[in-house]
T-cell receptor
């Protein structure tokens, strides 16, 4: 089956710890994205990558880091510098052209204890 | 002003009703428009693209008014399964970040 997978589905973290969220796609899409969603709010862009080995900051990149070493993988690390990391994290991919639709993974729900 | 604005609702309608959602966007350079559907605690999924001439997909009709920078979604003969949050999404030409999402309009269809 083609699609986007994210793991884990639920993640609990203690304050001061870094955690890495996985995102993998087998759609052969060039572009990948990370969003954060808080209750009652829209999606906010954290980082995006248009091609392998290249990525750009989105609107709320502070406290997060990414890598794009392979086309199919775009992991997100939530660092201890992120002051309010509890949220629903969504990964998406698209074919890369401006009019392409983005397809989302099932999301990871992160809770900081 | 938000780049994409939607009435958050909630809209509570009986089964079989017709309901319309509106969305405005601020950037006149916006080129592509979409409606996504998001079920509770799930990921957004594409419902339909919105074309300049308006388009229909079964019970769903989307319209675009570029002059007023306004997008609408009409749902006819509402089903219980239509209960979800509907996200208005805009693509700005030349923007590598591609999509800007509205906060969503919550719909509950009541039996």
């Amino acid at each position: 089956d083609g699609g986007i997978t994210q793991s884990p589905k639920y993640l609990f973290r203690k304050e001061g710890q870094n955690v890495t969220l996985s995102c993998e796609q087998n759609l052969n899409h060039d572009a990948m994205y990370w969003y954060r969603q808080d209750p009652g709010q829209g999606l906010r862009l954290i980082y995006y990558s248009q091609i392998v080995n290249d990525f750009q900051k989105g609107d709320i990149a502070e406290g997060y880091s990414v890598s794009r070493e392979k086309k199919e993988s775009f992991p997100l690390t939530v660092t201890s510098a992120q002051k309010n990391p509890t949220a629903f994290y969504l990964c998406a991919s698209s074919g890369g052209s401006e009019t392409d639709t983005q397809y989302f993974g099932p999301g990871t729900r992160l809770t900081v204890l | 002003r938000k780049e994409v604005e939607q009435d958050p609702g909630p809209f509570n309608v009986p089964e079989g009703a017709t309901v319309a959602f509106n969305c405005t966007y601020s950037n006149s350079a916006s080129q592509s428009f979409f409606w996504y559907r998001q079920d509770c605690r799930k990921e957004p999924k594409l419902l339909m693209s919105v074309y300049s001439s308006g388009n229909e997909d079964g019970r769903f009709t989307a319209q675009l008014n570029r002059a007023s920078q306004y997008i609408s979604l009409l749902i006819r003969d509402s089903k219980l399964s239509d209960s979800a949050t509907y996200l208005c999404v805009v693509n700005i030409a030349g923007s590598a970040r591609q999509l800007t999402f509205g906060s969503g309009t919550q719909l509950t269809v009541l039996p």
